[in-house]
């Protein structure tokens, strides 16, 4: 089993990425996602989760109003679409399974995906 989270990378104050987490040896669709990031001597934190079937959906604060969490099952595939960005969501962020989106939400996750590295410049 294996999460590849991908689409990181470095972008202006007031630019846009989009990650995306590509599951492999399982059905992304029988999971929930859930998308984290740490920055450098910070806790882990969530960023947004997403249901087996594309909701419900959930983000970290002060976050929903610039990213969104969406799946495309028949792709094995979630995404996240970051816009605004600012310095301080400079971070690695990653991918995880859980078994539902409430295990998500609980922390409860049974697969991580390696990270990619999210770099805002001011």
């Known amino acids: 089993v294996q999460l590849q989270a991908s689409g990181g990378g470095l972008v202006q104050t007031g630019g846009s990425l989009r990650l995306s987490c590509t599951a492999s040896?399982?059905?992304?669709?029988?999971?929930?996602i859930g998308w984290f990031r740490q920055a450098p001597g910070r806790e882990r934190e969530l960023v947004a989760a997403?249901?087996?079937?594309?909701?419900?959906?959930s983000y970290g604060d002060s976050l929903a109003g610039r990213f969104t969490v969406s799946r495309d099952n028949a792709e094995n595939t979630a995404y996240l679409q970051m816009n605004t960005l600012t310095p301080a969501d400079q971070a690695i962020y990653y991918c995880?399974?859980?078994?539902?989106?409430?295990?998500?939400?609980?922390?409860?996750?049974?697969?991580w995906g390696q990270g990619t590295q999210v770099t805002v410049s001011s």
């Open positions: 995880a399974a859980a078994y539902s989106y409430m295990d998500v939400m609980a922390g409860k996750l049974v697969y």
């Open positions: 040896g399982l059905t992304c669709g029988n999971y929930g």
């Open positions: 997403i249901g087996w079937n594309g909701g419900p959906t």
